[in-house]
Each structure stands twice: as C-alpha cells, then as structure tokens.
Nanobody, 114 residues
Framework: QVQLVESGGGLVQPGGSLRLSCAAS????????MGWYRQAPGKQRELVAL???????NYADSVKGRFTISRDSAKKSMYLQMNSLLPEDTAVYCC????????WGQGTQVTVPS
C-alpha cells in the first residue's frame, strides 16, 4: 500500500512563507490527480489545491494567488509553496489523491499566529 509522508510545516509569522513536501512510497503522482488538504481545529478537512496528471492546477479561493502546487513524479514528490501566510492558514496539511483518497499520512502542522 502506498504511504504518504508530509513535511515542511512549522511556525511562521503572518506574511511569511513555507514550502510543504509530500513523499509517496509508490508512483502515484503520474497516475492520479493529487491534492493538498488542510484541517483546522474544529473544522472539516478542505481541499486547498490540486494538480492533475497533465499538470493543470486548481486552488481554493482562500489561497488563490498565494499558494502554488507542484510535483516531481520522478522524485515521487509533491510540493505546496505557501506565501503571504495568514492566521487562518493555521491547520494540519495533508496530501492525498483526489477525489478518491487513500490512507492518510500524519500531515504536517502549519501555525501562523495572529
């Protein structure tokens, strides 16, 4: 079974940047549309960005213009460049397939204090 491992989160001041990474144990990035999801405390998980096998991308309105999703299928990795971070971006970020998901990784915590 493919395993997903997220990394790169941390504590960053408003307006700062982070780059999240997603590593997969199998070759899924060239097969499936992939997404970055986040879940804030007390809220449902939401999809914030996705990238298709052809490289097309789409973003939630709340992150459009600030976040950039990319992938490197040869490296079995996917990334989320997050700029101009806001306190409302605070959440656990996870990567997974879209729309059908596989087993979730532990995610990586992003904290932007207000």
């Amino acid at each position: 079974q493919v395993q997903l491992v997220e990394s790169g989160g941390g504590l960053v001041q408003p307006g700062g940047s982070l780059r999240l990474s997603c590593a997969a144990s199998g070759s899924i990035f060239s097969i499936y549309t992939m997404g970055w999801y986040r879940q804030a405390p007390g809220k449902q998980r939401e999809l914030v960005a996705l990238i298709t096998t052809l490289g097309a991308t789409n973003y939630a309105d709340s992150v459009k213009g600030r976040f950039t999703i990319s992938r490197d299928s040869a490296k079995k990795s996917m990334y989320l460049q997050m700029n101009s971070l806001l306190p409302e971006d605070t959440a656990v970020y996870c990567c997974n397939c879209h729309p059908l998901t596989i087993a979730w990784g532990q995610g990586t915590q992003v904290t932007v204090p207000s």
